[in-house]
């Protein structure tokens, strides 16, 4: 079981930046690999990134890509996620992951779920 906590959410401006933070429980947190989806309202939840337990890898959506970084501090329990050059169509709840077993850059793929922290990108 991992219980995971979003943080660092608000306002901000378009063109504006702003770091993400998701704190988990438990001493297996490397053991997992990491995601950060959003969900606007009325829209699917979408994949940004994911990277896996040690680190070393990223992945990210084409979306995103040179925008937001996704990094990990294990001896923290925390994943990241840096964002900038954020445009209002970036508004969005965000929520970080736990992968399971299923394929990283979907939903089904991730198997424990953070609460989630609004964004919002003002223009």
């Known amino acids: 079981q991992v219980r995971l906590v979003e943080s660092g959410g608000g306002l901000v401006q378009a063109g504006g930046s702003l770091s993400l933070s998701c704190s988990a429980s438990?001493?297996?947190?490397?053991?997992?690999?990491m995601g950060w989806f959003r969900q606007a309202p009325g829209k699917e939840r979408e994949f940004l990134a994911t990277?896996?337990?040690?680190?070393?890898?990223?992945v990210y959506a084409d979306s995103v890509k040179g925008r937001f970084t996704i990094s990990r501090d294990n001896a923290k329990n925390t994943v990241y996620l840096q964002m900038s050059s954020l445009q209002p169509g970036n508004t969005a709840v965000y929520y970080c992951?736990?992968?399971?077993?299923?394929?990283?850059?979907?939903?089904?793929?991730?198997?424990?779920w953070g609460q989630g922290t609004q964004v919002t990108v003002s223009s």
């Open positions: 992951a736990a992968r399971g077993v299923g394929v990283a850059t979907v939903r089904s793929g991730y198997e424990y």
């Open positions: 438990g001493r297996t947190f490397r053991s997992y690999d």
């Open positions: 990277i896996c337990g040690s680190g070393g890898s990223t």
